[in-house]
């Protein structure tokens, strides 16, 4: 558990500051366990499940996001940010209408805020009510005449209008108030490309890739140009430096392909179509040229199947079948060629026809590249600080070494559960779990003094070094040195409990069993506990004898929240999964801020099909100080 000084337990708004810093260092899961700890104390209030909502929207848990969000706002209806937050979590999950309905209402109470309105903006613009998207950029525009930014979003959202003039003027307002920004170059060469002006999109995206673009899709453009003017020499070149820049993606392939297609490089052309449509299998028109060249390369039947594709997918595009009845034909079939030749042929006959031909034809050219996304892109990433209303930081991202600081749903994670829960002198650092690694039982063991160290609860054991290894040796030389004179139920114990840190489970279990029938009822929960532990970690472990030992365990004593827990975790191992939910879910009543259980308890629904129940408890145990819950909640989502 994540612990204050105790005068400090009482100063909420101190451990509210200290959270709102962990927030702007960007360590959202440590400050999660500040704001826990306010709303444990004060639960009325409205600012922790606001900034809490905040850090768990950065780790992208937007299902617990939104229950603080509306937490947050049943508390204090009357905050911007807060319905800011809700606006971006509904966008998230694709609720465009909510999203709008709270950035207007974030509008209500801070008209002033071009991060709420450039975001109602594009929301708008998802919806396609673009005449209301652009009543809120001409709004900015009013109060900001000479901001590119908001020129080239208005530009954008005229673009998805299909009003490609009104865009470059709009781009060519931003070029005029931010000259060295690539991404505006970039998206003026973009649109005069689209106009067929290639020679002015030619100097702007010669322009943006001079300023410093790291845009493959400006290199992609500018080859676009080079082979309309024949220069494939130039268009090769830039293809090139595209398919560096970004490896992953098919357009560089695909119009590198066409470049050596047309020089009659038709081995390393079939290469980058493969790559392309390897990348991109979904962009069926790919397949148009790729078949091509396999017809050039005497591949008849892989030319036919491509067109076949073609033909599924675009039934009235008439190349297909007119390629594929050439294929046909090279393979000996005349029948099928003639009738590939003869669907083409009905087709083309057929006026009623005409309009859907039109209609249904794939682009089978060189491929177009979007324009160079900005920097900072607010459609794309959430701003704490215009929820707080502050100014942003610097851009630059700040590294950390702590593997619980930063985004850390994007740290790849094992899908393991947690594991058991054992007794040991030794445990690693678990501050910020909110598991209350307590027993009354240990408690009073610890008390009596019967141990050389004091027991204590953990899932983390650190490694030994050199001279803790010998220490322990040599404790257990001495504790049976007095075992030989009057071995008693706690000597036992306390050798097993050596025994089991030097890894000797066999010696460890071979102890306890013989403390077992000589120890008192207290002391006898606390050695099956620990016997089921060890035998679980034996290589030839029966898990029939360590859910035995659990089940004495609670029998002895009910409360002992842990061995619900650790039977649960070798119920799983089972693949028992019914009963390990109900395990996980007794624990839980015992403990409602038991971390592990609410993992491993997410985990389990997971597997066993019950993914919504699963992403809440991952986002309960994210929530309690487990931070790799937040890469299974990116990933499962």
Sequence with gaps: ??????????????ITAIGRNALYFEDYVLSIQYFNQ????????SEPYFYRAIAKIQLEDYQGALRDCNAAIERNPFSPGCYYARGYVYRQIGEWQKAEDDYTQALHFSPENRTYMLLRADTRAQMKHYDQALDDIDQLLRREPQSASVWSERGRVSILREDTLSALEAFEKAAQYDKTNPAV??????????????????????????LGSKWAGDYINRGIIHYRRHN???????????????PRDAECYYNRGMMRQEVGDYNRALEDF???????????????????????????????????????????????????????????????????????????????????????????????????????????????????NQSEPSEEEQKYASKSRGTVQNKRQEVVNEPDILLSYY?????????????????????????????????????????????HFSEIKRLTQLMDNAPTAELYFARAMEFAIIKDYASAVDDCSKAIPIADKDLETIICFCRATWRSRMTDADYSLVILDYDQV???????????????????IQRAWAEALDCYTRAIALDNDFAEAYFNRGLTYIYNGERDKGLTDLSKAGELGIYQAYNMISRFK
């Design 427 to 471: 445990s690693a650092d678990m501050s910020l779990r909110r598991t209350n690694y307590y027993h009354p039982l240990v408690e009073d063991l610890n008390r009596k003094e019967i141990l050389p160290s004091t027991l204590r609860f953990t899932s983390q054991e650190i490694a030994l070094t050199a001279e803790m290894v010998d220490f």
């Design 232 to 246: 494939y020499r130039g268009a090769i070149s830039d293809y090139e430096q595209a398919v560096k820049i970004a």
């Design 185 to 210: 170059w970039s998206a003026l060469g973009v649109t005069n490309l689209m106009l067929n002006r290639e020679d002015e999109a030619y100097v702007q995206l010669t322009q943006a890739i001079n």
């Design 38 to 45: 306010v709303i444990h104390l004060k639960p009325y209030l």
């Design 274 to 388: 493969n790559k392309a449509i390897d990348l991109a299998p979904e962009r069926i028109e790919m397949r148009y040229q790729r078949g091509m060249v396999q017809m050039q390369l005497k591949q008849w039947k892989a030319a036919e199947e491509d067109m076949k594709a073609l033909i599924a997918r675009y039934p009235y595009f008439l190349p297909a079948y007119y390629v594929a009845a050439q294929a046909k034909l090279q393979q000996g079939n005349q029948a099928a060629a003639y009738r590939y030749r003869q669907q083409a042929h009905d087709l083309e006959q057929r006026k009623e026809n005409l309009q859907a031909q039109q209609a249904n034809q794939p682009n089978t050219d060189l491929l177009v590249a979007d324009a160079q996304p900005q920097k900072r892109d607010y459609r794309k990433e959430f701003s704490p600080n215009a929820a707080q």
């Design 554 to 572: 609670l029998r002895l004593q009910p409360s002992f929240v842990f061995a619900l827990y650790n039977k649960a975790n070798t119920l799983c």
């Design 1 to 14: 558990m994540l612990l204050v000084p105790a005068k400090a337990q009482l100063n909420t708004d101190r």
